[in-house]
């Protein structure tokens, strides 16, 4: 069955980096998009970055302004694995983050990692 694990979520000081992990399993993730997203307290989930499938004309690459520069979205199509990484971390990155893999009507989502940053 459909399966994501996400992982690397904790707490960092501000600056701080960290980086998450979907491992996808049940299907071939390589051929789906992927994207994160999160959503913090008392606010509606946003969009954080966004890759292609492999199967795209090329790997194109999105973000949300506000992680322009910080984050970098990838995959390891042999891993089945989405990675985060988010460098420079903000208070206001606080929340709780959450992988997706979509392609046509399927679309499937991790249970979500906890990101504080905080002094």
């Known amino acids: 069955q459909v399966q994501l694990v996400e992982s690397g979520g904790g707490l960092v000081q501000p600056g701080g980096s960290l980086r998450l992990s979907c491992a996808a399993s049940g299907f071939t993730s390589s051929m789906y998009a992927m994207s994160w997203y999160r959503r913090a307290p008392g606010k509606e989930r946003e969009l954080v970055a966004a890759?292609?499938?492999?199967?795209?004309?090329?790997?194109?690459?999105n973000y949300a302004d506000s992680v322009k520069g910080r984050f970098t979205i990838s995959r390891d199509n042999a891993k089945n694995t989405g990675y985060l990484q988010m460098n420079s971390l903000k208070t206001e990155d606080t929340a709780v983050y959450y992988c997706?893999?979509?392609?046509?009507?399927?679309?499937?989502w991790g249970q979500g990692t906890q990101v504080t940053v905080s002094s």
């Open positions: 890759i292609d499938s492999i199967d795209s004309a090329g790997a194109m690459t």
């Open positions: 997706n893999f979509r392609r046509s009507d399927r679309n499937y």
